[in-house]
């Protein structure tokens, strides 16, 4: 019932895959679509371990047939089954491994590749508090860790685990066949054997995620001292980063001790496992054999098939290890990734259209947290056409208003309207189709600039993307680089400025042309003069669009059709620039407060303070 009751709680987007959050549910769906691929190559590995074990019943005939010809006229004849048999076990040996090995080829990174493309998929539906939540290196690691871990638990069972349990059931077969006895020892000794690796790999296990979550600590000291080499070379700190750094070391070669110690008293008991195996059964054989209850023949198989099963025991626990590891990764993964979406379409959710731009907060409330609300009943409407600045101190809610609007979150109560239809009742890919943003600090995709630019607009051509370009005052440094428009920017557009960043940026927003636009300080990286110009085009584009713009500078949305003012979650004023100064209130304050042209970080004063 609590299962159920979990399932039913369990938030996902329709467009996400419906991926369960159990490890073993989560392997098979990942593996399903290739069952039939899987069966065909665990019949071949079957065939291929069967011919491996089976040799030794072959040199068995061949054994008791050199032993009859003692004395008597040799006859290849008497040789020619056993023979025949040996070489079709060899042969049917290479077949079926080799064909299990081209069956590999052919769904391996295939099943890599859907797992990969599963976990991306369920990764897109996530809200941005998520992404906001974990390091994008972080999730990218996970998502590949995860799809290699699928493909190596499917491996450790197809090509470890299956193999030797047919290994181990038909040599005990075969023993039984010679000898009640001898077939119950090896049958014994197989169960003992198993039993006890499983239940130190279990003992083990946790050695292993130690040593593997020091290494990972390690890893992350030593890419955070090389990032910040340069702050340790102008502190003179070089030294001091080098002992910083030896102390995390020694705790890895400490924990690797642990664990190699570990790891060491397992060997001696597989090897001295091994040993009983090989003396118990060639013992027990030879005194069979001295009261004629076996031949010749069922002594050398005895033999054999002890050898060939210690060959594939003694790596056991190791191969537990390895397949627990494996499950383990998957299970992080899942637990990473595989959580319920935030923020998902209702069902019969239909696309935003939008045939003026008006946008209506009714009765808003909203916290990020419970207990510590945001807006509390926020009533506001920006009409048709209307260009509106939000100003305000860091926290006091202008951000949070843009991100309702983009639904980035949902408010625990009340609505947010444009023209008329409630965002939280629409497909949220229709409502970014329809709303533009220009953030502060843009990140660009490791792209050619023309596919940054045209990627709200994918169909548009050239002279369109350079138009957008010109207008954004971007085509000037574009065509100075040496491949134009097809140049590479590098991962987030490290290869550009922060100023042709955000140039790209308005660029991009200004040829997708949608009918609401959202400006976060959207030039605050330019120059001056150059601000004014794009503030000049980007004036002709708005048109007749609904504009927000988010402003630190405040004489960058003084033209503004309207302003309002933000304080601790309520807007306290709304007019236009000169009303709002004619009130001698809050904006009026702001205005005159502001050090270089941007405000304080925070006040140090209420509206309601005696002048």
């Known amino acids: 019932m609590a299962t159920k009751s979990k399932q039913t709680h369990f938030r996902r987007a329709d467009t996400a895959p419906p991926l369960p959050t159990d490890t073993v549910g989560f392997i098979l769906y990942c593996l399903k679509r290739f069952r039939r691929l899987i069966f065909l190559m665990l019949l071949l590995e079957t065939g291929q371990a069967a011919g491996g074990i089976l040799v030794p019943y072959a040199i068995k005939a061949l054994m008791d047939n050199v032993y009859s010809q003692v004395g008597a006229e040799f006859s290849w004849e008497a040789f020619k089954q056993p023979l025949l048999l040996l070489v079709g076990l060899n042969v049917a040996e290479i077949l079926f491994s080799r064909s299990s090995g081209a069956v590999l080829i052919i769904i391996g990174p295939r099943i890599r590749q859907r797992t990969s493309r599963l976990l991306y998929a369920y990764l897109q539906q ?84 130690n040593y593997a979550a020091t290494r990972s600590l390690v890893n992350g000291k030593i890419v955070d001292a090389v990032t910040n080499m340069l702050n340790a070379k102008l502190f003179a700190r070089l030294a001091h980063e080098r002992e910083y750094l030896d102390g995390f070391l020694e705790t ?79 299970a992080n993964g899942i637990d990473t990734i595989v959580k319920p979406h935030e923020i998902v379409d209702v069902s019969h959710a239909k696309p935003l259209q939008v045939t003026q731009g008006r946008i209506e907060f009714r009765d808003v409330c909203f916290a990020y947290e419970p207990g510590r609300p945001v807006f509390e009943n926020l009533n506001v409407v920006i009409e048709p056409g209307q260009r509106v600045g939000l100003v305000g101190f860091s926290g006091s809610g202008k951000s949070t208003f843009v991100s309702l609007i983009l639904r980035n979150f949902e408010p625990q109560s009340g609505c947010i309207l444009i023209d008329g239809q409630d965002v939280c009742q629409m497909t949220q890919d229709s409502l970014h189709q329809q709303v533009s943003l220009i953030p502060q600090d843009p990140s660009l995709f490791h792209r050619s600039l023309q596919e940054n630019i045209a990627y709200g607009r994918p169909w548009a051509n050239d002279e369109q993307i350079r138009e957008a370009a010109r207008l954004a005052h971007a085509d000037a440094f574009i065509d100075a680089m040496p491949d134009g428009y097809d140049s590479l920017v590098g991962e987030r557009g490290v290869k550009l400025s922060g100023g042709q960043r955000q140039r790209i940026a308005i660029a991009r927003v200004m040829l997708k042309d949608a009918p609401i636009l959202i400006l976060d300080e959207a030039t605050s990286s330019l120059d001056s003069v150059t601000e004014k110009t794009i503030q000049e085009n980007l004036d002709r584009v708005m048109g007749r669009k609904t504009v927000i713009a988010i402003a630190h500078r405040l004489s960058t949305i003084a033209h503004l059709d309207r302003i309002l003012v933000f304080d601790q979650g309520r807007i306290v004023e709304d007019g236009s620039h000169e009303a709002l100064l004619a009130q001698k209130g809050f904006y009026h304050r702001l205005w005159a407060m502001q050090a270089g042209g941007f405000l304080p970080e925070e006040q140090e004063w209420r509206p309601s303070d005696e002048e």
């Not at 690797?256 to 009983?276: I, N, P, S």
């Open 252 to 330: 890895e070669v400490r924990e690797g001790q642990r664990t190699f110690w570990y790891m060491e008293r397992v060997r001696w008991f597989q090897f001295t496992a091994a040993a009983l195996l090989k003396i118990g059964t060639i013992a027990y054989a030879l005194m069979l054999w001295r009261q004629a209850e076996i031949g010749v023949g069922d002594f050398a198989m005895s033999t054999g098939l002890a050898l060939l099963i210690i060959g594939d025991a003694r790596n056991l626990t190791r191969r537990f290890l390895e397949f627990f590891e494996y499950v383990g990764n998957v």
């Open 126 to 209: 996530h809200a941005p508090r998520y992404f906001a939540n974990h390091f994008a290196g972080s999730l990218a690691h996970r998502i590949s860790e995860t799809a290699q871990s699928v493909n190596h638990t499917a491996w450790s069972v197809l090509f470890d685990f299956w193999p030797i349990s047919v290994t181990f059931t038909v040599s005990v077969i075969l023993l039984l066949n010679v000898h009640t006895g001898l077939g119950g020892f090896v049958a014994g000794w197989v169960f003992l054997y198993v039993a006890t690796s499983y239940w130190l790999a279990t003992r083990c296990q946790p050695y292993a995620q």
